[in-house]
């Protein structure tokens, strides 16, 4: 920052870790009572500890003064460089917004992917990886999805471990995806799932813990389906019937016919709550028939 137009852009030479600014070839007025502030960025290199910044200022005032002197000063600075803790987090992704969150509400059949992410800042690495996640019992895992792949897992598919042989340095991150089914929702609110890691930097371990859960809700079965339609007709002609079904929940709906002569239709649909569906049939021979639909 400049306090007049009296000044000029120094000359900036840039030497291993100096850096001068030079103006004795430049219009350079500071008068009694002004500021010149000179303003720089850096960047951490490496984790060191507590490292002093010295700074210089090497001038004289004007030559043509009675008394001209020259002037010097210094002053410093001290900056704390310390490596942060390595970073352990657990993520579930939205099926809704696909961002990485921790908790998600899902149903019995859905399937969710967790992320697991550890990062590393220091100056050596982290080594003998060994992640291990906990399914809770509301879930089990979906063989072949893990990345990278799993080392091993329970057969009950509620267990499994990730060994990584290669190290993470400063500022990478160990990455770990994979998918689980929800089997169940007797269990409530209890569906937090827990992800552990062990490591070591050097001969120092490194352990910590992270969780990420879904809320199974209860899937309310849809109400039995109103059905109306013909009522009489002659053998080998065709009727019509139209069934009406509401699921409490909104979801779509899908729909199987009996027609009391020992066929039926295959599953139909998905069909959105509320919406009127029609299918036809014929008998063959003379009798009274119950028409049935179920959701």
């Given at each position: 920052?400049?306090?007049?137009?009296?000044f000029?852009?120094?000359e900036?030479?840039i030497?291993?870790?100096?850096?001068?600014?030079?103006?004795t070839?430049?219009e350079?007025?500071l008068?009694?009572?002004?500021?010149?502030?000179?303003?720089?960025?850096?960047?951490?290199?490496?984790?060191?500890?507590l490292?002093?910044?010295l700074?210089?200022?090497?001038?004289?005032?004007?030559s043509?003064?009675?008394?001209?002197?020259h002037?010097?000063?210094?002053?410093?600075?001290?900056?704390?460089?310390t490596a942060?803790?390595?970073?352990?987090?657990?993520?579930?992704?939205?099926p809704?917004s696909?961002?990485?969150?921790?908790l998600?509400?899902?149903?019995?059949?859905?399937?969710?992917?967790?992320?697991?992410?550890l990062t590393?800042?220091?100056?050596?690495?982290?080594?003998?990886?060994?992640?291990?996640?906990?399914?809770?019992c509301?879930l089990?895992?979906?063989?072949?999805?893990?990345?990278?792949?799993?080392?091993?897992?329970?057969?009950?598919l509620?267990?499994?471990?990730?060994?990584?042989?290669?190290?993470?340095?400063?500022?990478?991150t160990?990455?770990?995806?994979?998918?689980?089914?929800?089997?169940?929702?007797?269990?409530?609110d209890?569906?937090?799932?827990?992800?552990?890691?062990?490591?070591?930097?050097?001969?120092e371990?490194?352990?910590?813990?992270?969780?990420?859960?879904?809320?199974v809700l209860?899937?309310?079965?849809p109400c039995?389906?109103?059905?109306?339609?013909?009522?009489?007709?002659?053998?080998?002609?065709?009727?019509t019937?139209?069934?009406?079904?509401?699921?409490?929940?909104?979801?779509?709906?899908?729909y199987?016919?009996?027609?009391?002569?020992?066929?039926?239709?295959?599953?139909?649909?998905?069909?959105?709550?509320?919406?009127?569906?029609?299918?036809?049939?014929?008998?063959?021979?003379?009798?009274?028939?119950s028409?049935?639909?179920?959701?």
């Amino acid at each position: 920052e400049y306090p007049s137009e009296d000044f000029e852009d120094p000359e900036i030479n840039i030497t291993d870790n100096h850096i001068i600014y030079n103006w004795t070839e430049k219009e350079f007025n500071l008068f009694p009572g002004e500021t010149i502030t000179i303003t720089f960025d850096t960047i951490v290199t490496e984790y060191c500890g507590l490292v002093e910044n010295l700074a210089f200022v090497d001038l004289w005032n004007c030559s043509s003064s009675p008394d001209p002197c020259h002037l010097t000063d210094s002053d410093n600075a001290y900056v704390n460089i310390t490596a942060p803790p390595p970073v352990f987090d657990k993520w579930i992704k939205d099926p809704d917004s696909s961002e990485w969150v921790e908790l998600v509400d899902v149903y019995v059949e859905d399937e969710v992917t967790f992320r697991i992410e550890l990062t590393y800042y220091g100056n050596y690495n982290l080594s003998n990886i060994s992640v291990v996640d906990q399914l809770p019992c509301t879930l089990e895992f979906v063989e072949g999805t893990a990345d990278p792949e799993e080392t091993e897992f329970t057969e009950d598919l509620k267990i499994i471990w990730w060994n990584i042989s290669d190290p993470i340095e400063d500022g990478e991150t160990l990455t770990i995806e994979f998918n689980a089914k929800v089997i169940d929702d007797s269990c409530g609110d209890s569906g937090i799932n827990t992800a552990t890691v062990n490591a070591f930097e050097l001969d120092e371990p490194y352990t910590a813990s992270d969780t990420a859960g879904v809320f199974v809700l209860m899937n309310t079965p849809p109400c039995q389906p109103d059905i109306n339609g013909d009522t009489l007709g002659e053998p080998g002609q065709e009727l019509t019937f139209r069934a009406i079904g509401v699921d409490p929940d909104g979801n779509d709906i899908f729909y199987k016919f009996d027609w009391g002569d020992e066929t039926q239709t295959d599953w139909i649909g998905p069909f959105e709550s509320g919406q009127s569906v029609i299918q036809t049939h014929i008998w063959e021979g003379e009798g009274e028939y119950s028409v049935k639909a179920k959701l």
